[in-house]
């Protein structure tokens, strides 16, 4: 038995006698509110998309089968314990029927109830390709494929990839120019989070924040849930189409947030394979060794069907296209190159979905570190206070033990074997003040698990404002969520030369020298840096030195936004523009550069939101999200993180799409907000109705009295 109320925001709060009921009931909820969202990362994590969406499904379809991300979740799921498979089993069983239509039979709502299965968009797709599809039910481990598809290319393996591109085309030194251990060049991404111990806050209890940064998807890649039962009762951000709240939560005794650790969690190895009667072999340590082959066949709607082999090796699945071997790869003739990977969820049977429960369940800081014991991927920094004082600050997840140096490049498969699992390091005690901003950890070598780290800038500026503002409730952070301050414009504007211009690229050096360094969408000298870089960028992706970046990489399409030659000159822009090659043109380059942005707009004019809805890349159908594109402060460095690819394009396409802090002495004082709304429904009142306050960096205040909810008249499970 559950019950269902809704706030004013429409954020569901489900209340019910036990755990099994409450997972039944998310799940159900789930569906009805977001039912198009779950369906479409439930074929994401079997390769099925393209038949729901077409051609533009395709090439995550061919990746999902070749890393086998389907049969990794039903492996986890298998080997669950007991409680946590029910747990995850239940879910599964109220999605089934949240996405069927049905019947209200008592109390005011009597009647029919709405359908995930009746979503807005799954009836554009039936206009767009004139076949209307079914739509068939949930298998049990789906919810564990949702969790895996929502990291699967989260970890930094991809940038192996493009660090091998960079080997290939522009040879092994120039690899530590974009991605150097020592230099922080990775694409800033990632989360902010903080923790204040109960002696900095007025309550003398402690405080907790942050911010997750990832694309911004539509409907958002965060739910707003409370759930309720005779054992805990618990506020969070779930991922929608799986149980619990496994990233941010609040149990009124214990609390947590997470932000990503840049670890490098998953190998990448350099296959050489060699065709034989029945499928391939591949050379590993112990010589020639029989690869395992499924062949599948992707179904593309309104197009072309697919044929994939997915191999898979003693090291790993291969998930990138088979190039001809040769001494550009490492191979040798009559052999193939590829590259696999070993993914610790795969390799060890584990999703991480025993951390589930016990998260709910936690009453200490110390039950959340043991509950996150049993979390896999990705490798997080967690934050975890509890109303006795206690503060603890962990690194949680599985990653291969490899030195420093062989997190580099892909290793060579016929030499690596495959890593045993680094252990786990302990938490530590947070007296006073705690910022994890995926910076690189200082001091702390037990923890730095990666190469490349995005720069420090953002958890520096937290710090400062934590000092400077000195806040001591959970309302008071707002000028730290809605910090513009530019780490990059310091280090480019290093570049701006003194001597004389032409007038309008003078104009453009002095508004840049004059300016603060804010990116504020009013700020008509952000507009003019924003240009100035983009065309800095575009004009050092073209110099003859980096021209061989630009062939095409070969791993698979779906790698593209990892090895876009031009956002990755835009990542390490402030290395390359001081390095030997380059170094005699660019005084030509910045001038040239700063003309080009003579005549840009403030910065919010080019600077707009840019949701991220599937509907969006098929042809012919109506995106849902067009009309969401709201000018926006900050960029991607920023802690008011809205970032772009600077070179490409200004539209903010990744950054906090959520803000959350937990107050331990009053959950009531507790604020979140998240880019869009609670409902998937483009045409409920709740689709986008916290965007004005996101965009502004107003988190609200959460309501937890169940006398001010409204009992929820739309859901069977009310």
Sequence with gaps: MAEVYRDDHGIPHIRATDAGDLAEAQGEVTARDRGWQIEVDRLRASGRLAELIGESGVSWDVFARRARLDDTARRAYDTLDAESREFVRRYTVGVRRGMSPGRRDHGEGAGDVDAGADAAE????????????????????????????????????????????????????????????????????????????????????????????????????????????????????????????????????????????????????????????????????????????????????????????????????????????????????????????????????????????????????????????????????????????????????????????????????????????????????????????????????????????????????????????????????????????????????????????APAASRVRDALVAWDGRMDASSAAAGRFAAWRGALVRRVAAHPALTPLHRPHGFGPVFDPWLGATAQVAAALVHLVVHPALRDEMPAIVAAALEDASDAPPWGATHRLLPLHVLAGVDGSENPGATLDVDVSGDGDTVRCTGSTPGLTDRAWRGSVARWAWDLADREASLWSVPFGASGDPTSPHFADQLPAWADARPTRITTDWALLRPDTSTGAA
Aim: proline letters at 7%.
């Design 122 to 501: 799954f009836h554009e797709l039936d206009r767009v390709f004139g076949d209307p599809r079914a739509l068939t039910p949930w298998n049990d481990h789906d919810p564990l494929g949702v969790l895996h598809v929502a990291h699967a290319l989260f970890s930094t393996f991809p940038l192996l990839l493009w660090r091998e591109h960079v080997r290939v085309t522009l040879g092994n030194e120039w690899v530590d120019v974009f991605a150097g251990y020592g230099d922080e060049t990775l694409p800033t991404s990632g989360s902010n989070g903080w923790a204040l111990h109960g002696s900095r806050t007025g309550s003398g209890m402690p405080l907790l924040a942050g911010d997750p940064h990832r694309m911004f998807e539509l409907p958002g890649v965060y739910q707003q849930v409370r759930l309720a039962c005779d054992e805990f009762d618990v506020v969070g951000l779930a991922f929608p189409g799986a149980p619990g709240v496994p990233h941010f939560g609040h149990t009124g005794e214990a609390a947590w947030g997470v932000t990503n650790a840049i670890a490098h969690s998953v190998d990448v190895f350099r296959e050489r394979l060699r065709a034989t009667a029945d499928g391939y072999d591949a050379l590993g340590p112990d010589g020639w060794r029989p690869v395992d082959l499924e062949r599948s066949v992707v179904q593309v709607r309104g197009g072309t069907d697919v044929e994939v082999e997915a191999l898979e090796t003693e090291r790993g699945t291969i998930v990138t296209d088979l190039h001809d071997g040769g001494e550009q790869h490492g191979g040798e003739r009559g052999e193939f190159v590829a590259w696999s990977i070993r993914m610790p969820a795969r390799a060890n049977s584990d999703l991480g979905g025993a951390a589930l429960l016990p998260l709910l369940r936690a009453r200490t800081a110390g039950d959340v570190v043991a509950a996150f014991s049993s979390w896999v991927d990705p490798v997080n920094r967690v934050l975890a206070a509890d109303r006795e004082g206690t503060v603890l600050s962990a690194t949680v997840g599985v990653t291969p033990d490899r030195a420093r140096d062989e997190r580099r490049l892909p290793l060579a498969a016929e030499t690596a074997h495959p890593a045993a699992d680094r252990g786990v390091v302990d938490a530590i005690s947070v007296t006073t003040v705690a910022v994890d901003a995926n910076e690189r950890p200082p001091e702390r070598a037990g923890i730095d698990l990666g190469w490349a780290y995005p720069s420090s800038h953002r958890a520096e500026r937290i710090g400062e404002l934590l000092e400077s503002l000195g806040p001591r409730t959970a309302a008071q952070f707002a000028p730290i969520w809605a910090d513009t301050a530019s780490g990059q414009a310091a280090a480019l504007r290093g570049l701006l030369p003194a001597d004389e211009l």
